[in-house]
């Protein structure tokens, strides 16, 4: 299994810009799907964004569609969450989750498809 590492979290004002980082460590890192998800106090952990193998296709929660960027580097074992203008309601700690497939551009939204996860890094936005 790969090892996730995410970081790049902290205090942030709404409509400021943050960005996320999850490095990942043992297989290779090109033969997973990466995703993200966050879990604010009191409420379940939901999807945030997902990228293919290859980088080629990415999703996103409607909620941030248009504000948020996945992207991956395959040779720095990278995945990164761009979070532009975000909102008081984003505050959560997100966690990057990887996901082995064997197509190169397949994506997965559910958390139960996610095989590794990390530790998570907290993300707060002021008001």
């Known amino acids: 299994q790969v090892q996730l590492v995410e970081s790049g979290g902290g205090l942030v004002q709404a409509g400021d810009s943050l960005r996320l980082s999850c490095v990942a460590s043992g297989r290779t890192f090109s033969s997973y799907a990466m995703g993200w998800f966050r879990q604010a106090p009191g409420k379940e952990r939901e999807f945030v964004a997902a990228?293919?193998?290859?980088?080629?296709?990415?999703k996103y929660a409607d909620s941030v569609k248009g504000r948020f960027t996945i992207s991956r580097d395959n040779a720095k074992n990278t995945v990164n969450l761009e979070m532009n203008s975000p909102k008081p309601e984003d505050t959560a700690v997100y966690y990057c989750?990887?996901?082995?497939?064997?197509?190169?551009?397949?994506?997965?939204?559910?958390?139960?498809?996610?095989?590794?996860w990390g530790q998570g890094t907290q993300v707060t936005v002021s008001s």
């Open positions: 989750a990887a996901r082995f497939s064997t197509i190169s551009s397949s994506i997965a939204t559910t958390e139960d498809l996610f095989y590794s």
């Open positions: 990228v293919s193998r290859s980088g080629a296709n990415t």
